[in-house]
């Protein structure tokens, strides 16, 4: 329980952040309100996209190990969305599409296994299985 509950913790601090900070990091590059909009998009639709992906993942391998991998990938979609001095990157739109699409991606497994892996934790602490 004590990862899931860091998991969504951490995934909605991911969404705050980057929902707070992004528009003003594409500023750099001139976009119009719509390209901005398209990378909020982005970011939501690569978190949608693989969920049943993840779901199934969870499910037959092991939720903790699909908790881990999604904090990997929403970590280096972060890394590299600045990107990180000292990685050698220079800020480019290119790499702001790669990295919203690999944090999105690594958002959605990260809660959807998390999610997964309460619901288990639930139903092996006596909590019945009838939701």
Partial sequence: VLLATFAVFSASIAVGSLQATLERHLAQFDLSPMHIGMFFMLYGGSYALLNP??????????????????????????????????????????????????????LGAQLVAAFSEAQ???????FPDNL
């Fill in 120 to 126: 288990r934790s639930a139903v092996s602490s006596g």
């Fill in 53 to 106: 992906f993840w779901g199934w993942m969870a499910d037959k391998v092991s939720s903790k190990l699909v908790i881990m991998i999604g904090a990997f990938l929403l970590s280096l979609g972060f890394l590299l969305v600045g990107p990180v001095p000292g990685l050698g990157l220079k800020s480019s739109y290119s790499l702001c599409i790669v990295s919203v699409v690999i944090a999105g991606v690594g």
